[in-house]
């Protein structure tokens, strides 16, 4: 079979959901017409049948194949976007270990720098900002783990790095309640004011702003 008998024939069976058949079409492409004009279509195809069976870290590889092998492949966009869909894909709750999750991040503000007129570069900033969400939840949950075991210290650094590095997310404001809480418990009363302070400009209509000064309040009668 020539190259393009193969290719059809590929697309044929991908159109039927019969991926391992399409796939024996692209492999055979891959291998006896490396350098035909079909070679960088097999390939993305393969990088197709494993997003369709949701085997993200091989389609991820396939994508980012492409691009390295064909740069200036019709398909270099859709690839570049598919490879940041896949770690999107993997990314896991929370509480789990989020490789996977900044990975997705990173590749998605690949796309945008490379495409940032694209329609999907929006697309792109919707996924971003859940990503993000999801990362400060995890680094705010901690703080408040420790929170909970009376260790304002360790829950301080965590409730630090959301304010410092997730200043766009919801856990955002709750990290400067936190970080009030647990300088208050330390007795570090002049650097909780400081932090109401701040916590004051930035949001002249929180959530807490109420809660916070009888905190201090509190702290300061104590004292």
């Known amino acids: 079979m020539t190259a393009e008998n193969l290719f059809e024939k590929g697309k044929e069976y991908f159109a039927e959901e019969e991926n391992l058949e399409s796939q024996k079409m692209f492999d055979l492409i891959k291998l006896q017409y490396p350098a035909s004009q079909y070679a960088d279509d097999a390939q993305f195809y393969l990088a197709e049948i494993d997003f369709k069976r949701e ?13 390295r092998l064909y740069p200036s492949s019709e398909y270099n966009k859709e690839s570049l976007y598919k490879r940041a869909l896949c770690y999107y894909k993997l990314s896991p709750p929370f509480e789990r270990d989020q490789e996977y999750t900044v990975q997705a991040i990173s590749s998605l503000i690949e796309f945008q720098s490379a495409y940032p007129n694209d329609s999907l570069s929006k ?14 939840k995890r680094e705010f949950s901690i703080a408040e783990l420790y929170s909970k075991l009376d260790d304002p210290k360790a829950s301080l650094v965590y409730y630090d790095f959301v304010i410092n590095n997730y200043d766009d997310t919801r856990y955002n404001e709750d ?3 936190g970080k009030v809480e647990s300088l208050l418990k330390m007795k570090r009363i002049e650097e909780a004011q400081n932090i109401i302070i701040l916590y004051d400009k930035k949001f002249p209509n929180g959530n807490y702003n109420e809660k916070i ?8 009668i104590e004292k």
């Open 123 to 136: 697309v792109a900033d919707l996924q971003i900002k859940e990503m993000r969400e999801k990362l400060a």
């Open 213 to 220: 000064k009888e905190m201090y309040d509190n702290a300061l």
């Open 55 to 67: 085997k993200y870290i091989l389609a991820a590889f396939n994508y980012n194949s492409l691009r």
């Open 175 to 177: 990290s400067y309640l």
